[in-house]
């Protein structure tokens, strides 16, 4: 019990040193050691990362899970370390709710089997979503959340001690001044009864102050040797997070690329779609008896249609058979349109015509061609294109 007494006493004493010193260096009434100017670089380098890998965790948090509810309930999860339930995403919520309508409305009629296509399409992009969270997580924001909790937490408690270290050395410095000032000024007055016992005192004293001053000063340097060899390790730590961040941005790529080819199916299926939807409308529609252009130009009017040339009986179908030699390839004597390109395409081989986003190309079907495709021509050059890369102009 007097062991904690006395360690308690100490402690107290070293904290209250540490207080008055602090408290006059913010007065201006003592002097305060500095550092050199490459541990100060360190540090302001070191405190810049911190700030900044809070806030791009944060904002990366927020594009994954931008509902605020959830990110708390994720986060209260993770501290009761506790397994995240899974959630749906909204991509898989709406696939349901089309899915189920569909059912309601009749899977056989046009919208339902429309649908039935699109909440395939979003539960797909809702998968590639849901890929893409775990991926991202794992990949990038576990590494950021690793360095704030584990690196960083172990920078700042040395960061702690070394200050208390300098404040103690800072407190050992006034401690030794003001003792030599005394043994300077008690030398200075010749009093023959009591100036020889208080000079030895004084001499002690200062004595004293020296020996703790050299032992401060010590552990003062040790403990800032420790602590820039942690904050030099902030390059190391820039090294991780710039490999975690090419990693972020693959799955990203990844996941849009993903999204992309999706939408772009879509396109395809309700193109097709769209011709049986305006088909039924005139069987079904009694006005379409008397009027059929009129009501598949108030259905589609923003959908032109290529005209497509009847199959020739003896001609060979190269298109059928699936090789076009764009050089045998003539265009009909009518039915050729003008298009304006709206992305760039790349030929993947040579019966297909490379395109570039705002040129503008003439195009035209042949017998038997899938739909998707048509022939198109740029002055000499000539081969086939996708559909969903144009726009048809009248």
Known sequence: MD???????????????????????????????????????????ADCTKNWTEKILRQTEVLLQPNPSARVEEFLYEKLDRKVPSRVTNGELLAQYMTEAANDFGPGTPYGKTLIKVGETQRRLGAAERDFIHSASINFLTPLRNFLEGDWRTISKERRILQNRRLDLDACKARLKKAKAAEAKAAAVPDFQETRPRNYVLSASASAAEHELRLTQTEFDRQAEVTRLLLEGINSTHVNHLRCLHEFVESQTNYYAQCYQYMLDLQKQLGRFSGTFVGNAESTSPAAATSPPAVAAATVPAVPTIPV????????????????????????ASGTRKARVLYDYEAADSSELALLADEMITVYSLPGMDPDWLIGERGNQKGKVPVTYLELLS
């Open 309 to 332: 040339v009847p199959t020739i009986v003896g001609v060979p179908n190269t298109v059928a058979e699936g090789v076009l030699n764009p050089n045998e390839v003539k265009p009909p």
């Open 3 to 45: 062991f904690n007494v006395k360690k308690l006493a100490s402690d107290a004493g070293v904290f209250f040193s540490r207080a008055v010193q602090f408290t006059e260096e913010k007065l201006g009434q003592a002097e305060k050691t500095e550092l050199d100017a490459h541990f100060e670089n360190l540090l302001a380098r």
